[in-house]
Nanobody, 110 residues
Framework: QLQASGGGSVQAGGSLRLSCVAS????????IAWYRQAPGREREGISC????????YYVDSVKGRFTISTDSAKNTMYLQMNSLKPEDTAVYYC?????WGQGTQVTVSS
């Protein structure tokens, strides 16, 4: 089970940190990912970390602004979002294997 939090409303240029607490999963053993879905658009993957080789991926639109990380001691994954833009407005979802968080709304105003 994944429980996401940390969304909210910010002005352009602001920052938010999303959190996702996992129950029954060990981060060190699985790939983790963050997705988002904007109104009227399909859900898109924006960042992931592959445990097999430790590589991290970011979609071009968030590269340099977003950072994915984990705290294994807290069984929590994070998405630090800086320099937010109105086009980042979406519902954000954490994902591990077939498990999805409930989604947390991020709204960025200009």
């Amino acid at each position: 089970q994944l429980q996401a939090s940390g969304g909210g409303s910010v002005q352009a240029g602001g920052s938010l940190r999303l959190s996702c607490v996992a129950s029954g999963l060990t981060f060190d053993e699985v790939d983790i990912a963050w997705y988002r879905q904007a109104p009227g658009r399909e859900r898109e993957g924006i960042s992931c970390t592959t445990r097999s080789d430790g590589s991290t991926y970011y979609v071009d639109s968030v590269k340099g602004r977003f950072t994915i990380s984990t705290d294994s001691a807290k069984n929590t994954m994070y998405l630090q979002m800086n320099s937010l833009k109105p086009e980042d407005t979406a519902v954000y979802y954490c994902n591990i294997q077939s498990y999805w968080g409930q989604g947390t709304q991020v709204t960025v105003s200009s």
